[in-house]
């Protein structure tokens, strides 16, 4: 069973920067598939970017492209989201999301089954 855990959220001035991560631990698999994705109030869920098991492929939503750089840091086992140049629109819970070893990711979510319980990014001066 995956325990999939988010840290890294908080309150941000415009034009600053959070790195967000993502704990994903699994019984047997150390390097999961990752993906992160957001929903802010009163919208639908969206994809942010995601990363497969042997980081052959990360993928980004097109809009998020730039400011959004996913990572994976193999000596804590975490998958890093860091966010540049945040705009108020930023604003939202952001999750986690885990699948195990796959050779791709996606950005679609019921490619997932193992979710965390978010971690809120708030844009604001």
């Known amino acids: 069973h995956s325990q999939v855990v988010e840290s890294g959220g908080g309150l941000v001035q415009p034009g600053g920067s959070l790195r967000l991560s993502c704990a994903a631990s699994g019984d047997t698999l150390d390097y999961p598939t990752v993906a992160w994705f957001r929903q802010a109030p009163g919208k639908e869920r969206e994809g942010v970017a995601c990363?497969?098991?042997?980081?052959?492929?990360?993928y980004y939503t097109d809009s998020l492209k730039g400011r959004f750089t996913i990572s994976r840091d193999y000596a804590t086992n975490r998958v890093h989201l860091q966010i540049n140049s945040l705009k108020p629109e930023d604003t939202a819970g952001y999750y986690c999301?885990?699948?195990?070893?796959?050779?791709?990711?996606?950005?679609?979510?019921?490619?997932?089954?193992?979710w965390g319980q978010g971690t809120v990014v708030t844009v604001s001066s």
């Open positions: 990363i497969s098991s042997t980081d052959v492929s990360s």
């Open positions: 999301a885990d699948e195990g070893f796959t050779a791709y990711c996606s950005l679609v979510e019921n490619y997932y089954h193992h």
